[in-house]
């Protein structure tokens, strides 16, 4: 059941996240949501949401790119460069570039009509975070970039199973 309309979870240390934030509180309504949950607390957050909000505080990938894909929720962020992002914009989450535009994307997600396109790009979004960039997948590319030897088929079975016609039913 989502009972918010937008949530953020995360600190009010940068100056433009808290223009961000005010921005959208002003003009989306009272169905919004803000707190410092972390792991399973922010996950459920989440879930209970229609949009996850974020805005980088340097422009970069953070973990609330991760965190919000990870657990299956719809993710509204602030387009970072292409070169340092490793989901597609439009398929995996939604971008803005300025205040202006993520005002519009946010009214234009929280539409009814466009609930089915939200949780689509929702659903790919988890299915890309889930089959290729959870910690397990961090660890085990760090492991390989040292050169350190480990059991594969030990550590595939902590991977995510995420088939291959999942993968391409949300890419359809």
Known sequence: QKKYDVCFIGNLNDINRVKHLDRLFKEVGDKIYWGTERFHEAAEIFNQSKIVFNVS??????????????????????????????????????????????????????????????????????LEAASRHTYMHRTLTILDTLGIQYDKAVAEQFLPKVLPQELAGAAA
Do not use: C
């Open 57 to 126: 505080a340097r422009g970069e990938l953070n973990m609330r790119h991760f965190e919000a894909l990870g657990s299956g929720a719809f993710l509204l962020t602030d387009n970072i460069p292409e070169s340092e992002n490793v989901f597609t914009e439009g398929v995996h989450f939604a971008g803005y570039s300025n205040m202006d535009e993520m005002i519009e994307k946010v009214k234009y997600y929280l539409d009814p009509a466009h609930e089915e396109e939200r949780e689509k790009i929702a659903h790919q979004g988890h």
